[in-house]
């Protein structure tokens, strides 16, 4: 038993692996998850159940910003071991009781399937409901974050708003993010790896903590 638990651990999907890919049925239809995400940036996040209290304000979140995160070329996908009938009939309920539409595809993982391939399921903390999980993954489909949190938590939107923002930054201007990092503020200049890097620095008009600790602006 101990060796199979060792085995599912070093399956999971780590940062720096490309995302696993997969078929699946979704409320939008069925989606091979590698073309989905071809082109852009996908959060993929699990909720424990549909109709729970917890899931249903994370995920009208998630929907009421759903535009901006398309402005941020990035898709939502969720995820719960429920069927399409459940998923379609939870969506439905939110429209009319919130107002609330949820657009983006909802997986349909009865049998488990993606929530294994991606570690959702969690046995110390349930085996029959995802964990609240949520996959950064850019457009070359490699995982660049994954944040977990328990059943009774809720996830903090403004973390994976800052996270995302903080990826794609760093990617487009070769820079690290420090901490609390917001957007606006300065971000950290790779280490030099030369003498020669390192005098030019200290000649650079950027904020100098040290020769290997230094900040400029984007």
């Not at 209290?53 to 910003?65: D, G, I, K």
Request: with cysteine; aromatic share 10%; glycine share 6%.
């Amino acid at each position: 038993m101990e060796e199979q638990n060792q085995m599912k651990v070093q399956q999971m999907p780590r940062i720096g692996d490309i995302a696993p890919d997969f078929k699946a049925v979704t409320t939008q239809g069925e989606l091979q998850f590698s073309e989905y995400n071809k082109g852009s940036w996908v959060i993929l996040f699990s909720h424990p159940a549909d109709f729970t209290p917890v899931c249903t304000t994370e995920m009208s979140a998630f929907a009421t910003l759903e535009k901006e995160f398309a402005q941020w070329n990035t898709k939502l996908m969720g995820l719960s071991i429920d069927s399409i009938h459940s998923h379609i009939a939870w969506v439905n309920n939110v429209k009319k009781n919130l107002g609330i539409t949820m657009r983006f595809p909802i997986i349909a993982d009865i049998d488990m399937k993606v929530a294994n391939l991606y570690g959702m399921l969690q046995p110390g903390e349930s085996q029959t409901a995802a964990v609240r999980a949520v996959f950064f993954i850019d457009p070359h489909g490699k995982i660049r974050l994954i944040m977990y949190y328990p059943l009774n938590i809720g996830r903090n939107m403004d973390e994976i708003w800052r996270v995302l923002k903080a990826l794609q930054v760093a990617d487009e201007n070769g820079v690290a993010m420090p901490l609390n990092w917001q957007p606006g503020d300065k971000v950290i200049v790779p280490p030099p790896k030369t003498v020669d890097q390192m005098e030019e620095r200290e000649a650079s008009d950027y904020e100098m903590v040290d020769f290997y600790l230094a900040k400029r602006d984007i």
